[in-house]
């Protein structure tokens, strides 16, 4: 069974426009950058053929990359209200500890990005923070040891 990797319409978005991109403009222009490195002459010794069917290689790979990711992709529905975390969640949780706020967003793993706070579902943290509710304590392993949050608010 295939694995569904769960995503915003807007990522799905971004995805399908990338393999159009790779299908219809990228694709001609190394295809391109193969025939002239061919003329070049001998392909044994041309290290411009070399490097223009590496890049070929490369993006075939990515290619199906997306292609997978896009026939899997499960699409999150943020419109629902809920009381719960869940993916698509937007969340506030206050470090017990020391009483920091800090928000994130939790979100599938092909648009997790801690920088931004956009935390994955398969994280250990996003997983722990799945299915709670305001005002639960949720411990999170991390290699400094336990750290409890308090879930302050949940959004979407």
């Known amino acids: 069974m295939a694995k569904t990797f769960k995503m915003t319409k807007e990522r799905y978005d971004e995805l399908c426009q990338e393999l159009d991109y790779i299908k219809n403009v990228r694709e001609k222009e190394v295809a391109e950058l193969i025939k002239e490195a061919r003329s070049f002459g001998d392909l ?86 799945l299915g709670k509710k305001v005002d639960e304590i949720v411990s999170v392993e991390a290699p400094c040891g336990a750290i409890e949050y308090k879930i302050v608010e949940i959004g979407k």
């Not at 411009?48 to 990515?62: H, I, M, P, T, W």
Request: glycine share 6%.
């Open 44 to 129: 044994s010794e041309n290290a411009e053929y070399d490097e223009a069917k590496n890049e070929q290689g490369k993006l075939f790979s990515r290619k199906a990359e997306v292609e997978n990711i896009i026939a899997n992709a499960e699409i999150i529905e943020m419109s629902e209200d809920s009381d719960e975390i869940r993916t698509g969640s937007k969340v506030i949780v206050c470090d017990v500890s020391d009483g920091s706020e800090e928000e994130y967003w939790i979100v599938g793993s092909q648009e997790a990005d801690p920088y931004k706070g956009r935390i994955s579902d398969e994280s250990p943290f996003g997983r722990a923070l």
